[in-house]
């Protein structure tokens, strides 16, 4: 981690779980860190954590003109990014069939279109530079397969499987269009299974999870790489995960 030292690295979805977490890690390896969420109150907490190498922005990935601020500010004030975590996501409970579209559209604004505003935002920033860079997005088992309810219930994940399938693709197309651009950065997608967090469905609350920090660990691995080693993609699971 000794190249991102002194570096900025911004975290999306900060304010708990992996996100905060993570940003605990990459401070104690000398990053700086740029914490953006919603929800501004979990922020301030993390910030009297963390101290000065912690900057929070309050941002909602979902709205442009948000993103457009946050990324302008750290221009501003940093000089731009070096790493960009896509961490935020939603996960809304219900059926697809008969939720509400408004619910439908917040999910798929937040895990497809969040990316895409953030991603584009920070590999301008790392392109204007000409700076090795790095783009991580938070993806799921269910962006590659999607496994069956647990028998006599409802499945709960609707659109959510969809969106991060979406992720898989968009990774290898960052990739692909990053290479032709002849830049320095890389993309990692990783794909955890269950994880213990907010987001987490009660009714799968009774199998196997990772905890945040092994997540973060995961992602702290693939920055930590050689510059010309790129992990395209990391699959995490729990010991005994049924799927």
């Known amino acids: 981690m000794e190249r991102w030292h002194n570096r900025v690295a ?4 900060a304010s708990s779980g992996i996100g905060a977490e993570l940003a605990r890690k990459l401070i104690a ?17 993390l910030s009297q ?48 069939l008969t939720m509400s579209l408004d619910t439908v559209q917040q999910v798929l604004q937040t895990n497809i ?19 090795p860079g790095h783009v991580v997005l938070l993806n799921s088992v269910v962006g590659h397969y ?4 647990l028998p006599g219930s409802q499945q ?10 979406a992720v898989t693709a968009l990774t290898e197309l960052f990739r692909q269009e990053m290479r032709e651009f002849k830049t320095q950065v890389k993309v990692t997608s990783i794909s955890p299974g269950l994880v213990d967090t907010e987001m987490v469905p009660e009714a799968y609350k009774c199998l196997p999870m990772l905890q945040a920090e092994d997540v ?6 693939a920055l930590a790489t050689p510059p010309h080693v790129q992990v395209h993609e990391l699959t995490i699971k729990p010991l005994g995960e049924p799927f």
């Open 216 to 221: 973060a660990n995961a992602i702290m691995y």
């Open 10 to 13: 911004v975290v999306t979805g």
């Open 29 to 45: 390896a000398g990053v700086v860190v740029v914490a953006l969420a919603r929800r501004l109150e979990r922020l301030q907490q």
């Open 156 to 165: 709960e994940l609707n659109i959510y499987p969809a969106t991060k399938h």
């Open 146 to 149: 999607l496994f069956n309810s």
């Open 113 to 131: 279109m969040g990316v895409v505003y953030c991603t584009q935002h920070a590999f301008h920033s790392m392109r204007q530079r000409q700076a």
């Open 49 to 96: 954590e963390l101290g000065p190498q912690l900057h929070i922005r309050q941002c909602d990935v979902t709205d442009v003109d948000s993103v457009n601020a946050a990324f302008d500010w750290i221009e501003e004030r940093l000089g731009g990014a070096d790493i960009l975590i896509n961490n935020a996501g939603k996960l809304s409970g219900g059926q697809l």
